[in-house]
């Protein structure tokens, strides 16, 4: 089976799943789309996550699995606003962050505040489908958010590269429901859906890998990876190693 045509649900995916997805860019996917639109949809991204503690959830769900190690290396990819970032070195001051994305836009508003000034922190711009590091350069590596962005055969290459450069890769995004509940929420989102956060959280939600395509994908990237899925509030982790 052709990884590039999987859906999004998987490939057991049922008839109304299977339409229940989207190739439509979000926003941030767009580069004809005015950057004020676009700071609009990540500072809405980072005051949600403020409200809701999402990063300071997200960062202690992270931690414990570098609890044995002193200063542990975290590489966080598709950083966006950094505020992870920001929440990991709070819980953990001994740690190292490099903080990436791969928009330069990102990459430089991150780089001019805080986390830019913070002596634990290296800012760069990162494909995180292509990582510029060697195999095991970090001890865990972080993608929240983001992993709905890329078709499945950059996708694969995330859990293929976040696991090279850093044994085990976390990824935090959006839990898939069953074809019926989506598409009440998806009804639900419709009449927000001219304010750009919606727009985009309508196509992310559409975007959403199942546990099964996530399974699909790894096997894909590479057989020794395996995944293990578990929820954080709203949304789900997947924890990507190497074995
Ligand atoms: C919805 S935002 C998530 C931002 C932040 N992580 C959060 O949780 O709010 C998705 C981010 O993924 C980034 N992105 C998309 N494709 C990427 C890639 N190939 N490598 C690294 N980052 C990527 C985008 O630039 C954007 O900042």
């Given at each position: 089976m052709d990884i590039a045509t999987m859906p999004?649900?998987?490939?057991?995916?049922?008839?109304?799943?299977?339409?229940?997805?989207?190739?439509?860019?979000?926003?941030?996917?767009?580069?004809?789309?005015?950057?004020?639109?676009?700071?609009?949809?990540?500072?809405?991204?980072?005051?949600?996550?403020?409200?809701?503690r999402d990063h300071e959830h997200l960062a202690a769900r992270a931690l414990p699995l570098v609890a044995d190690i002193d200063a542990p290396r975290i590489l966080e990819l598709g950083a966006g606003h950094g505020a992870l970032s920001r929440a990991v070195l709070k819980l953990r001051p001994t740690a190292h962050v490099t903080v990436s994305d791969i928009d330069p836009v990102s990459v430089a508003d991150i780089a001019a505040g805080e986390l830019g000034r913070d002596p634990r922190?290296?800012?760069?711009?990162?494909?995180?489908?292509?990582?510029d590091a060697a195999d095991g350069s970090y001890?865990?590596?972080?993608?929240?958010?983001?992993?709905?962005?890329?078709?499945?055969?950059?996708?694969?290459?995330?859990?293929?590269?976040g696991t090279r450069v850093a044994g085990t890769l976390l990824i935090c995004d959006l839990y898939r429901p069953s074809a019926v509940v989506h598409l009440v929420r998806l009804a639900s989102m419709l009449p927000?859906?001219?304010?750009?956060?919606a727009h985009d959280g309508l196509i992310s939600s559409l975007r959403a890998y199942s546990p099964s395509a996530f399974r699909a994908l790894a096997a894909h990237a590479d057989p020794a990876i395996t995944v293990e899925f578990s929820r954080l509030g709203r949304n789900q982790i997947v924890l990507a190693r190497r074995t």
């Open positions: 999004r649900a998987g490939f057991d995916a049922s008839w109304l799943d299977r339409r229940l997805q989207t190739d439509r860019p979000e926003y941030l996917d767009r580069d004809d789309v005015n950057e004020r639109v676009k700071r609009q949809v990540i500072w809405s991204l980072d005051w949600m996550g403020r409200l809701l922190a290296t800012v760069r711009r990162i494909d995180a489908t292509e990582i001890d865990l590596a972080l993608f929240a958010l983001s992993f709905h962005h890329l078709p499945p055969a950059q996708a694969a290459r995330v859990l293929a590269e927000f859906v001219l304010l750009p956060f």
